[in-house]
């Protein structure tokens, strides 16, 4: 068997990513913390998420992320299963975030994407269907994406 674990993401300031995925994920916390090495240069890393899940957030980045709107190789989005897309959707308004995509409409599932203050992509997406023919099918769309905002 073989399943997703954790995604492991190197950002300039963890408590402004940290603050976003809290927003949206609050059952979620921060199952530990700490400071590490990374090819002798000193950093601190937190694990976000539950039990079974996490992202990994370490800071020390240098640079800048690829450009969504651009062509480059690289983390394109990252995508969250969620169970109420409108309570997400509400709690990152409230707080300040704005949707970036509003997913295809789709019969079987909607999504909208967010970018957090470092610019990562999230896609957050709610499955009207419980059937994988359903929530896993490829076409069906009755419109286009809509870019709302910029990366």
Same mark, same amino acid.
């Given at each position: 068997?073989?399943?997703?674990?954790?995604?492991?993401?190197?950002?300039?300031?963890?408590?402004?990513?940290?603050?976003?995925?809290?927003?949206a994920l609050p059952r979620w916390h921060v199952r530990g913390r700490g400071n590490?090495?990374?090819? &002798?240069?000193?950093?601190?890393? *937190?694990?976000?998420? @539950?039990? #079974?899940?996490?992202? $990994?957030?370490? !800071?020390?980045a240098s640079g800048s992320n690829r450009d969504l709107q651009g062509h480059a190789? &690289?983390?394109?989005?990252?995508? *969250?299963?969620?169970? @109420?897309? #409108?309570?997400?959707? $509400?709690?990152? !308004?409230?707080?300040?975030?704005?949707?970036?995509?509003?997913?295809?409409?789709?019969?079987?599932?909607?999504?909208?994407?967010?970018?957090?203050?470092?610019?990562?992509?999230?896609?957050?997406?709610?499955?009207?269907?419980?059937?994988?023919?359903?929530?896993?099918?490829y076409g069906g769309e009755t419109s286009a994406p809509q870019w709302l905002g910029?990366?």
């Amino acid at each position: 068997m073989s399943r997703f674990e954790h995604i492991n993401l190197v950002v300039k300031n963890i408590d402004a990513t940290l603050a976003f995925l809290q927003t949206a994920l609050p059952r979620w916390h921060v199952r530990g913390r700490g400071n590490s090495q990374w090819y &002798g240069r000193k950093r601190s890393w *937190l694990h976000f998420g @539950d039990d #079974d899940h996490y992202i $990994t957030l370490n !800071d020390g980045a240098s640079g800048s992320n690829r450009d969504l709107q651009g062509h480059a190789p &690289g983390l394109a989005h990252i995508g *969250l299963v969620v169970d @109420d897309l #409108d309570a997400v959707a $509400t709690r990152l !308004d409230d707080a300040g975030y704005q949707v970036a995509i509003v997913g295809a409409e789709h019969p079987h599932r909607k999504s909208l994407y967010f970018h957090e203050p470092g610019g990562f992509e999230f896609e957050f997406v709610e499955y009207l269907s419980e059937h994988p023919d359903e929530k896993n099918q490829y076409g069906g769309e009755t419109s286009a994406p809509q870019w709302l905002g910029s990366a």
